[in-house]
């Protein structure tokens, strides 16, 4: 259970039900008032090293932004939601690329204005839109810390269109399970080689408890989807990602490998992750590889396209064999 070693909030969270409730929960931890979430100075001035300590503080604020972004994959929108940023330290995440050292775990207590958005385009809408309101922040995380997502299923599970989805890296499913949720929340598992995670996913669930918590999100008839991502190309990473696909082959249940769904996410990584992760993790495995790379835009990197071909075929083909009637809804 993450203990925060200081709480960072904007004085007027108090002012929503969810803001009195953390100020409650954590009254014995230390409290500093902030401006804004986005403008902490103290943070910013952190040298590199002490990115894994500034993950140990709790920013809570309001939400400022609401703009919905359109997207074409496993959703029609990219909703703002409930938190931004995580307690884990994946080396390649893609917030660090925005926030830099700051991608550290924002809370806004702001949920009614959220979900209501949500809903009226939801319920205005002529057909049924997916909002994915997990795109910056892991729910399943969070949920533990606000029971947040238990709050958002409950007030969306009557709506008469649509559906919610985010992905997770993490296991502590149980809170949901007993949930009415009348299918419209569809929650995606994130899955990497238990060596992979191990080096470079501080701070996530491992492999096997991932597994277990899609057959339990399965039986409490929850649709599910799995992410192989983000794809890492290591000296030996044929083999890692076949005995990944070959685990989740023997370990998922029947119930899932029936309709289990597929999204595979080559990494792309940043001059930015190169420097704080030199010096916040100096015995880590370096993930940038100049043989592999090119450039993608000023200071990010991505596998070339001859590298992202290659595996490419390597996952269509091994695909193919073990889940052979299962969708892979894109591969990027």
Not at 109 to 132: C, G, H, Y
Not at 154 to 178: A, E, Q, R
Not at 193 to 218: D, H, M, W
Request: net charge positive; with cysteine; hydrophobic share 35%.
């Amino acid at each position: 259970m993450f203990k925060p070693k200081a709480i960072y909030y904007e004085k007027n969270i108090i002012e929503y039900p969810l803001g009195k409730e953390l100020m409650n929960k954590y009254k014995d931890i230390q409290k500093i008032e902030i401006e804004n979430h986005n403008n902490i100075e103290e943070m910013r001035k952190k040298e590199n090293k002490d990115f894994p300590d500034m993950k140990r503080n709790l920013i809570i604020g309001i939400r400022k932004t609401h703009k919905f972004v359109p997207n074409h994959k496993t959703s029609d929108f990219l909703v703002p939601y409930t938190s931004s940023g995580c307690t884990a330290s994946c080396m390649y995440c893609y917030l660090v690329c925005n926030y830099n050292k700051c991608a550290y775990l924002r809370l806004f207590v702001n949920r009614e204005q959220m979900l209501d958005k949500i809903i009226r385009i939801s319920e205005s809408s002529d057909k049924d839109l997916t909002f994915e309101i997990g795109s910056n922040s892991d729910l399943i995380l969070e949920n533990s810390i606000t029971k947040n997502l238990i709050w958002t299923i409950d007030n969306f599970k009557n709506t008469s269109k649509g559906y919610l989805t985010f992905p997770t890296k993490f296991d502590m499913v149980d809170d949901i399970l007993s949930l009415e949720h009348k299918g419209k929340i569809i929650i995606r598992m994130s899955v990497n080689p238990e060596e992979i995670i191990n080096k470079v996913e501080f701070g996530t669930s491992r492999l096997k408890g991932r597994i277990a918590a899609i057959n339990k999100l399965k039986e409490a008839g929850y649709k599910v989807g799995i992410l192989i991502a983000p794809v890492i190309m290591v000296d030996n990473w044929q083999k890692l990602y076949l005995e990944l696909i070959q685990i989740l082959n023997k370990e998922l249940s029947e119930k899932v490998k029936k309709d289990v769904f597929f999204e595979i996410i080559f990494m792309t990584y940043s001059f930015v992750h190169t420097k704080i992760n030199e010096e916040a993790f100096p015995n880590a495995i370096n993930l940038y590889n100049k043989e592999l790379m090119t450039g993608r835009g000023k200071g990010k990197y991505m596998y070339k396209e001859n590298i992202r071909e290659e595996g490419k075929k390597f996952f269509i083909d091994v695909m193919h064999k073990y889940f052979p009637h299962n969708k892979i809804e894109y591969i990027v």
